[in-house]
């Protein structure tokens, strides 16, 4: 079943929008202070208006004593340095909200382009998704078709050392299949990956003269802001160039590991099956295929006179059968005259055949390594026999020699 698509994030900027928000609310804080300090401001230069269109000669007719008119005059002189700092405050309090406009700004559209990028993100996940999906459904097809093959190289095979050859045939065509695959698919990465380079350049590039011709417009704005916009612009400059060379390097890197898998990749495809452990170091160290006592031995004529090409061993009901040694599975399934049959190619052209399982656990392709179970005996058979035999280029060979224990009867 092919996996879930990704799912886009509800929130897809959350930090950025958190500290929006702290600067909507710092702008609030400072709005509502403006304003009752605005307020004061406004009743002191009332009070002082209202005594300034006073005559001198209306003071001294004022109802009150000199005391009380000298100490007016003490107090209103008292009052404008403070009033003069207080206008500062709040010339700077004005200065704070500008910035504070400004900065809010500025995370929006900070916000905005980190949407957008997200946004090419999600695209680009569910691009993989889909292609993932589309690799699984070949995968399973393939594997059914191998399946299918194999059936009918078995139908078509007059014996066994025919079903050999077809088989051998058959892994041939499969490598060259695999390579042709492999470099079809490294072709392919290789032109995306150029493609992809020169969209990014040619948008590094676009970038690159938009934020020029902004540099060039602002180099006309008043002499207190050019020190502002030239130190930006260092920042800026020296971010793009760090994200072109962190992009650089990264791409690299892609790269180096496509090209190190590829080549593993068509390592794999153009080995041959039978590589890995030399048999021949496995000989009379091999475990037996299954625990049971040895009723007829490779080379001996059985009740018809015809003479055995290999070795049974009668087990105990549902034994586990292993491998006797590593691996890998050129055939699983039934065939002509053996029931249930289990085709195991080793190095150096050696095979084993194990026949009488009730069920087999390995599959096609498997490699197996010696002691790894691959089916088991039948539960219902009065005698469960299980038929061993060892084959090289094709020819029978006796398996006893390569087998740990030499006995007529194996313990356990």
């Not at 009488?356 to 392709?365: E, H, K, P």
Request: aromatic share 2%; hydrophobic share 40%; net charge positive.
């Amino acid at each position: 079943m092919p996996p879930a698509p990704p799912r886009r994030a509800r929130n897809c900027c959350p930090s950025l929008e958190t500290q929006l928000e702290d600067l909507k609310t710092l702008e609030g804080d400072r709005g509502e202070t403006l304003r009752r300090r605005s307020q004061q401001m406004t009743g002191v230069l009332t009070a002082l208006q209202r005594l300034a269109w006073r005559p001198t000669e209306a003071l001294i007719a004022q109802p009150q004593t000199p005391a009380d008119t000298v100490r007016s005059a003490i107090l209103l002189r008292a009052a404008v340095p403070q009033i003069e700092r207080s206008a500062q405050d709040l010339k700077g309090e004005i200065d704070m909200m500008g910035r504070l406009r400004g900065d809010i700004i500025a995370q929006k559209k900070r916000i905005a382009a980190t949407a957008g990028r997200l946004e090419g993100e999600h695209a680009r996940l569910k691009d993989l998704w889909i292609r993932k999906t589309s690799l699984q459904t070949a995968a399973l097809q393939e594997s059914d078709a191998a399946e299918q093959r194999l059936q009918t190289l078995a139908g078509e095979a007059e014996d066994l050392r025919d079903l050999l050859t077809r088989l051998d045939e058959e892994r041939r065509r499969r490598e060259a299949e695999a390579a042709a695959k492999v470099a079809a698919e490294k072709a392919a990465r290789e032109a995306e990956l150029t493609a992809r380079k020169a969209a990014r350049e040619a948008e590094i590039a676009a970038q690159k003269a938009a934020r020029e011709a902004e540099l060039a417009a602002r180099k006309a704005e008043k002499e207190r802001k050019e020190r502002e916009v030239a130190e930006a612009r260092a920042a800026r400059e020296a971010e793009v160039k760090a994200q072109a060379e962190a992009r650089e390097k990264e791409l690299a890197a892609q790269k180096a590991a496509r090209e190190a898998e590829s080549a593993a990749r068509e390592a794999a495809a153009s080995r041959p099956a039978s590589e890995g452990k030399s048999f021949a170091q496995g000989q009379g160290r091999m475990p037996f295929p299954a625990r049971g006592r040895i009723i007829a031995r490779y080379g001996q004529a059985n009740e018809v006179g015809v003479v055995n090409k290999g070795m049974e061993i009668a087990t105990r009901k549902g034994a586990q059968v292993i491998a006797p040694y590593d691996g890998q599975v050129v055939f699983s399934g039934p065939f002509r005259g053996y029931g249930l049959l289990l085709i195991i190619e080793h190095s150096e052209g050696y095979h084993t055949l194990l026949a009488g399982m009730a069920r087999i656990d390995a599959t096609v392709g498997q490699r197996l390594l010696s002691g790894e179970p691959v089916g088991v005996m039948g539960q219902d058979e009065a005698k469960p026999t299980l038929y061993v035999e060892l084959r090289r280029n094709g020819q029978p060979v006796n398996p006893l020699p390569w087998l740990t224990a030499q006995k007529s009867k194996v313990s356990g």
